[in-house]
């Protein structure tokens, strides 16, 4: 696994070979506003499965996917008027929202339920790779199923020992509590679950 760090990439030629690097499939270890995740491309089933490998993770869970504009989660996900009043309120933000699915993804992502989860973050240049990449980024925590997820990458080696990721992001050590999660499926009843 390769390691970069985050003011490598952080910059306009840096973003380009990022997003060439998850364009081609690559599974990829980022450091997010919350905290570091696990990412590639939501649309491709490949890698969403060597991310379910690494993490040792059963495929009816379902996976988070960073966006990072309306027309980008109209296009995953059915949104009711009084729902995106709500997420305008906390987006960009660390909350992820369970909307209703248009099913443009594969089953992976949704772990095969009729809804997904999105989340738009604040970090900026995530926010530049998503739209370089023109759709969305898986961001799932960088842990192995049911332990805690890394604060730094010097925890990765005693995680990932099997399986890794392709590349790392080394932003240091991030001490962000996971997003908050509501289900926003109803719009008259959203409800916080974490």
């Not at 890394?150 to 240091?172: N, Q």
Request: proline letters at 8%; one cysteine or more; glycine letters at 4%.
């Amino acid at each position: 696994m390769r390691i970069i760090k985050l003011t490598a990439v952080n910059s306009v030629a840096g973003l380009n070979k990022l997003a060439a690097v998850l364009l081609s499939g690559q599974v990829v270890l980022l450091p997010t506003d919350t905290i570091y995740g696990l990412s590639c491309l939501a649309s491709n089933e490949t890698a969403l499965r060597r991310i379910l490998e690494i993490k040792g993770r059963a495929e009816n869970k379902p996976l988070i996917s960073l966006v990072n504009s309306w027309a980008m989660v109209e296009r995953y996900a059915i949104i009711e008027p009084k729902v995106r009043t709500y997420l305008s309120s906390v987006w960009p933000g660390p909350v992820t929202a369970i909307l209703p699915s248009r099913q443009h993804l594969p089953a992976v992502v949704t772990g095969g339920l009729p809804n997904i989860a999105l989340r738009w973050p604040k970090n900026e240049w995530l926010n530049k790779l998503i739209t370089l990449v023109d759709q969305p980024i898986i961001s799932t925590s960088a842990n192995l199923t049911g332990q805690a997820p890394i604060a730094s990458l010097v925890e990765v080696e005693k995680y990932f020992i099997d399986v890794a990721p392709d590349l790392a992001i080394d932003a240091g050590i991030l001490n962000n509590p996971p997003s908050r999660i509501v289900d926003c499926q109803d719009p008259l009843q959203i409800k916080i679950i974490r």
